[in-house]
């Protein structure tokens, strides 16, 4: 920050994925994509003065029709990937079907995103993140790709991220070996590296994530759980954006527990295994952190072994600092 004029070596987001990534499709393939976080990024900035609050399907000032800004947010997406030639198969949390790319531009990836998660927080301008996994394609290139190239176990995951619209754009990205924090620096129109590799704090902040307003929806355990964190002398701070990229935004750099769990309403949780659940574990995982689904389907398991049947599945998603995610799972197991 200090005489930037005078840095000679700047450590951009590009240099890392070069560095990264062993396989030209997926150089590309990284470059579309935060290419892709741009546009939302300065699409977001400029929501505000441009009327694109909340305003899908009417007209804005000059008489153009307006698209809402997740809409917007999806496009930009979705382009930018079909046109990087690197993807066979699109899943976004805005459409129901998957996209099958062309084959004249199809390549050898998959990609599951959530252009613009927070919906709650866009028209309030609070923070809001796009987030992403990507996979390899297990189809020959000679065969039509289809559904269950994606529809696989966390594990398979090349490479997952987010992209966080905050006071500053903060992008983190994993490629198995490590999570990797950039900002975007505006006057360069560059993601620059800020951190990395990130690691959840061996001295975490005591706080617990959750919507506590469902608190009458959750089982007695969940109950018990959340309870212990507010009871305990001195008791853990409650801190809950509703954007779930800033609440694990947090997680990972203060510690605590992101908590959205099964409730009476929500019986398999409310967010999404593909590109909500399985990039924020595959994430915190890398950092050093435990990710699970708490008591699910009868039992306790790993949010990447999950093996969705479905692109728009949900799960209960624990997670964040070993020992906090490790007391919750210690309540679970006297119940089961
Ligand atoms: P969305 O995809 O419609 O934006 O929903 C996902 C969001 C997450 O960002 C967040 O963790 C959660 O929903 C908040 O839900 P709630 O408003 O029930 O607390
Ligand atoms: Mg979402």
Redesign the pocket.
């Known amino acids: 920050i200090d005489n930037v004029g005078g840095d000679t070596d700047t450590k951009t987001l590009q240099r890392f994925i070069i560095s990264a990534t062993k396989d030209i499709q997926l150089t590309l393939l990284m470059t579309s994509i935060q290419m892709g976080c741009k546009s939302i990024a300065r699409a977001v900035r400029k929501a505000g003065i441009a009327g694109l609050y909340g305003l899908h399907g009417s007209e804005n000032v000059s008489g153009d029709q307006v698209k809402k800004l997740d809409v917007l947010s999806d496009e930009i997406f979705v382009n930018c990937l079909k046109e990087s030639h690197c993807c066979a198969v699109l899943v976004s ?1 805005e459409r129901d079907d998957p996209i099958i790319v062309e084959a004249a531009k199809a390549g050898k990836y998959c990609v599951a995103f ?1 252009p613009l ?4 927080n866009i028209d309030c301008n609070v923070s809001t993140g796009t987030i992403f996994a990507i996979y390899e394609r297990i189809s020959a290139s000679d065969q039509s790709p289809s559904v269950t190239d994606i529809l696989r176990a966390g594990t398979a995951i090349v490479a997952a991220g987010y992209c966080m619209y905050g006071s500053a754009t903060d992008l983190v990205l994993t490629f198995g070996h490590g999570v990797h924090r950039f900002t975007l620096d505006p006057t360069l129109g560059e993601f620059i590296h800020t951190q990395g590799p990130v690691k959840l704090p061996a001295k975490p902040k005591h706080i617990y994530s959750c ?1 506590e307003g469902n608190y009458s929806l959750w089982d007695d355990a969940m109950r018990a759980a959340v309870d212990a964190f507010k009871h305990q002398d001195p008791p853990y701070a409650a801190r809950y954006v ?4 800033s ?1 694990v935004h947090r997680t990972l750099l203060y510690g605590g527990i992101f908590l ?1 769990p099964a409730d009476r309403k929500s019986k398999i949780g ?2 999404r295994v593909l590109y ?1 659940g399985f990039p924020m574990a595959k994430i915190v995982e890398d950092a050093g952190g435990i990710a699970t689904t708490g008591l699910f389907q009868g039992k306790i398991q790993r949010v990447l072994d999950l093996h969705p049947s479905n692109v728009h599945d949900r799960c209960p998603i624990i997670l964040g600092t070993p020992s906090d995610v490790q007391r919750v799972l210690d309540v679970y197991a006297q119940v089961i």
Not at 117 to 120: K, R
Not at 242 to 245: E, L, N, Q
């Open positions: 949390e959530d998660d927070g919906s709650s919507n509703g954007s779930m990229v609440d959205y409310k967010l909500e």
